[in-house]
């Protein structure tokens, strides 16, 4: 089992930036695949935002490149630094987790609102 640590959200404005962070506890660094987000805006299907592999290989919805920039802080944990955030971009952020295994684990959620 894996307890993803979630921290940063909150509110900001259009043009505004915030940064996420997602630490990983029980998982051994070399069987971490990916770690990175998703969010769920209401009414929709949760979505990738950004991952990063193991190995340092990033990816990004086309919705976010440029503005968002995913990092390792350190091997277990990962942040997301948004800028130029947009009222599109309000949504439950998810830490997510795949071990080598193929098993997955998600964060709680963290929410960020972006006023226009």
């Known amino acids: 089992q894996e307890r993803l640590q979630e921290s940063g959200g909150g509110l900001v404005q259009a043009g505004g930036s915030l940064r996420l962070s997602c630490s990983a506890s029980r998982t051994i660094v070399s069987d971490i695949n990916t770690m990175g987000w998703y969010r769920q805006a209401p009414g929709k299907q949760r979505e990738l935002v950004a991952i990063i592999s193991g190995g340092g290989t990033r990816n990004y919805a086309d919705s976010v490149k440029g503005r968002f920039t995913i990092s390792k802080d350190h091997a277990k944990k990962v942040s997301l630094q948004m800028n130029n955030l947009k009222s599109e971009d309000t949504a439950i952020y998810y830490c997510?987790?795949?071990?080598?295994?193929?098993?997955?684990?998600w964060g709680q959620g963290t929410q960020v609102t972006v006023s226009s």
């Open positions: 997510h987790l795949s071990r080598d295994s193929g098993q997955e684990y």
